[in-house]
């Protein structure tokens, strides 16, 4: 997998990251296909811009 280029792909890509490793059974690291998989159903919105 490449690097994400800006803060929010990094933070999509994470959040991906993070949903694939608890789907993985006791201590057991993500792998690259649930992540790949579960960019799709991951979405990144603001919530509240900086004032």
């Given at each position: 997998m490449r690097r994400p280029s800006t803060l929010e792909?990094?933070?999509?890509h994470?959040?991906?990251a993070a949903c694939a490793a608890v789907m993985t059974p006791?201590?057991?690291l993500c792998t690259a296909e649930d992540?790949?998989?579960?960019?799709s159903e991951c979405q990144?919105?603001?919530l509240q811009?900086?004032?």
């Open positions: 792909a990094a933070l999509h994470g959040t991906a006791a201590t057991r992540t790949a998989r579960l960019l990144v919105r603001v811009r900086g004032r």
